[in-house]
């Protein structure tokens, strides 16, 4: 497996725009993970899925965030409009969780360097 | 609410040291915990993962142990090298949920 992959690797914006990241996570896995890093905050949880379903999005600083997951093996995170204080690195991973609740290992992607001008 | 804590924030050495990087977590109630090293500029590579059941982990040089009752984890590096220069991070998968709680990371320099 090619492991988790996002894109874009960079997306350099104007504030008031709208931005989408795209995440693939790792086949056979079935729960997905959006996290934002920064130098003050280091990495914070946005928002996760189980099953393609969002268990917990306490996380999502605004409305402004959205994200979604269609299908097993596609997530979006939505920006809506953007600001310069979204400006972040946002990492996406997955890992398997087992029927009695169990979590496995995860791997995170290469990130999504976020520049909101 | 879990909370993650790492001690040191940074930490510089010579080669050939080893060292121990600390872990802190304020709920015992945990599934596992991971550690991560992250490059700059790059994403996170698990190094070890621990099971709530497990006392410790070995890979290599790495070596991570675990002590839910007190809230601890630590991460022992032998023979450090310039390339384990990197950020570390513990992340802590907590009962009842599915997500993992990252810790604020030790910046790690050995010295050539």
């Known amino acids: 497996d090619a492991g988790v992959i996002q894109s874009p690797r960079h997306e350099v914006t104007e504030m008031g725009q709208e931005v989408t990241l795209r995440c693939k996570p790792i086949?056979?896995?079935?729960?997905l993970f959006w996290y934002r890093q920064t130098m003050m905050r280091g990495l914070e949880l946005l928002i996760y899925?189980?099953?393609?379903?969002?268990?917990?999005d306490s996380g999502m600083p605004e409305d402004r965030f959205s994200a979604k997951m269609p299908n097993a093996s596609f997530s979006t995170l939505k920006i809506q409009p953007s600001e310069p204080r979204d400006s972040a690195v946002y990492f996406c991973?997955?890992?398997?969780?087992?029927?009695?609740?169990?979590?496995?290992?995860?791997?995170f992607g290469q990130g999504t360097r976020l520049t909101v001008v | 609410k879990q909370e993650v804590t790492q001690i040191p924030a940074a930490l510089s050495v010579p080669e050939g040291e080893n060292l121990v990087l600390n872990c802190s977590f304020t709920?015992?109630?945990?599934?596992?915990l991971q550690w991560f090293r992250q490059d700059p500029g790059k994403g996170l590579t698990s190094l070890l993962l621990i099971q709530s059941s497990q006392r410790e982990q070995t890979s290599g040089r790495l070596n991570a142990s675990l002590d839910k009752s007190s809230g601890r984890s630590t991460l022992y590096i032998a023979a450090s090298q310039p390339g384990d220069s990197a950020t570390y991070l513990c992340?802590?998968?907590?009962?009842?949920?599915?997500?993992?709680?990252f810790g604020t990371g030790t910046r790690l320099k050995v010295l050539a």
């Open positions: 709920d015992s109630a945990i599934y596992n």
């Open positions: 086949s056979g896995h079935n729960s």
């Open positions: 992340a802590v998968g907590t009962s009842g949920t599915y997500k993992y709680i």
């Open positions: 899925f189980n099953n393609n379903v969002p268990i917990d």
């Open positions: 991973a997955s890992n398997f969780v087992e029927p009695q609740g169990l979590l496995t290992e995860a791997f």
